[in-house]
Each structure stands twice: as C-alpha cells, then as structure tokens.
C-alpha cells in the first residue's frame, strides 16, 4: 500500500466530485476524527459512500437504500463485508483502486437533477 497512490487517488475523486453541480458534494471526511455518533451520521446523511475496505464498513448496519462503493486493495477480503451488507438493503459495489475513477464517473452518469414540488434541486437516481 502507497500513501502516495493512496492521496493521488483521493485527489482525482475529490476532483471529479467537487465538478458535479447536481449533487450536494461535502467533501472528504475522515472518519478517525469524528466520534462513534459522528460517524454514524455520516453514513445515515449520504447517498453515496466511498470507503476503503475497513472496519468502517460496519456503519453501514445502521443505513437504508445507500450506495456503498468498497475500494479493495486485496480480494481476498471481498466476501467479508458482501456478509454485513446482506443484512441491509444498501447497495454495495466493490472495486479496486485501478478502476474506481471510472467506476465512479460511470455511476454520476447515473444520478440527474429534477426538480421537487418546492422548486428546489434534487437528486434522482435513473434506472437508465
């Protein structure tokens, strides 16, 4: 594991996250300054989750209709957290870290902004 590869990866998703004007971006967040509740919240206050593989994947337990994108950097710890998410109705898709720039441009292309009876700008998730 490169620290290295690891920031340089963080910064292109970063990238590609703060140049999506439909979507309510709050930035990276990092779990080990935030408190047990702290973190829940962050689970429970997003759509979407991109985490590495990690104890905090745990945090998932206390969600609904997420989507939960595991970066994995050995496969052999793939089926650990498929488990803990089969006890949810998240969405779970595990990727490596070589892929997930694209993987994550192609579930943008996903979401679409609509508008609510208020007049405000949301977010959809398209079937398509």
């Known amino acids: 594991f490169d620290e290295n590869e690891s920031n340089s990866l963080l910064d292109a998703l970063d990238n590609i996250m703060i140049e999506q004007p439909c979507l309510k ?18 689970f429970q206050n997003n759509d979407i989750i991109i985490t590495p593989h990690g104890a905090n994947m745990v945090h998932s337990l206390w969600t609904n209709n997420k989507i939960i ?8 710890t793939a089926p650990m957290y498929k488990r803990v998410m089969s006890f ?3 969405k779970l898709a595990q990727i490596t870290p070589y892929n997930i720039e694209n ?12 508008e609510k009876e208020t007049g405000e700008n949301a977010i959809e998730l398209s079937e398509a």
């Open 103 to 114: 993987f994550v441009l192609l579930l943008l292309k996903r979401f679409k902004p609509m």
């Open 25 to 42: 971006y709050k930035g990276v967040v990092y779990l080990e300054d935030l408190s047990l509740k702290e973190q829940i919240e962050v």
């Open 88 to 90: 949810t109705n998240n």
């Open 69 to 76: 994108v595991e970066v994995l950097y050995d496969d052999s």
